[in-house]
């Protein structure tokens, strides 16, 4: 009881963070498509606790919609719905696993140093299909060879997507730092740890991390704090 108030009220105070909304495309009958361990960010629905941001809470039956990023929950007829007022969820705790929502959506919280913790966004966008043109300009298309989507590095294309469920599903590393949450990068990094400027200058120099990649950016995470 001890630890789960000293997480409750650690989280309470933590701003929604500032950057970029992410845009979802409107749910389509392709979403019904998808199995649940896509949709879900969590397993199954699970025994958790809802914090508001007027620091009220509920209890209950609780997952994350991967696509929309809204919290779900299961009803006392047994029906699954989700939250009316989603920007007023602040904290949602499931198992011991703790996701907070910011403009990005919900951020799994995993290591922490100090005033900054590393985390993790799983994100289904549903794409529309597009043709790659000269320039790697686009244009809409019924007979299409190659996917694109947009990340934050650019254009990536020529995707092997099963176009009959169209959609991209992707774990994305942030940090949280301050009660602002902002993407892990090497310069988000510097900024989160300025006296170890020179550490990680140099480990970056003799090692490769790549900033998409999860566990190469908690590995480094942990190393950088060891």
Do not use: W
């Amino acid at each position: 009881m001890r630890l789960f108030l000293l997480i409750t009220l650690m989280f309470i105070g933590l701003s929604n963070g500032y950057g970029q909304t992410v845009s979802y495309a409107s749910p389509t009958d392709e979403s019904s498509k998808m199995l649940d361990s896509v949709k879900y960010v969590l397993p199954e629905f699970t025994s958790g606790t809802v914090i508001f941001n007027d620091k009220g809470y509920s209890n209950g039956a609780v997952n994350i919609h991967a696509l929309t990023q809204k919290v779900h929950f299961i009803d006392e007829n047994g029906d699954i719905r989700e939250i009316d007022d989603n920007g007023n969820v602040k904290i949602v705790i499931a198992k011991k696993r703790n996701f907070l929502n910011c403009s990005y959506g919900f951020i799994e919280m995993y290591e922490s140093a100090g005033e900054v913790t590393v985390g993790e966004l799983r994100q289904v966008n549903i794409i529309s299909e597009v043709k790659t043109g000269a320039y790697g300009s686009k244009s809409e298309s019924t007979a299409i060879q190659s996917v694109g989507f947009v990340t934050d590095n650019g254009m990536k294309t020529d995707l092997n997507v099963n176009t009959r469920v169209p959609y991209i599903y992707r774990k994305v590393p942030y940090l949280i730092r301050k009660g602002s949450v902002i993407p892990a990068n090497r310069k988000t990094f510097t900024k989160s740890f300025p006296h170890k400027k020179d550490f990680i200058e140099q480990y970056l120099k003799e090692n490769k991390v790549d900033f998409e990649n999860v566990e190469q950016v908690r590995e480094f995470f942990r190393i950088l704090n060891k």
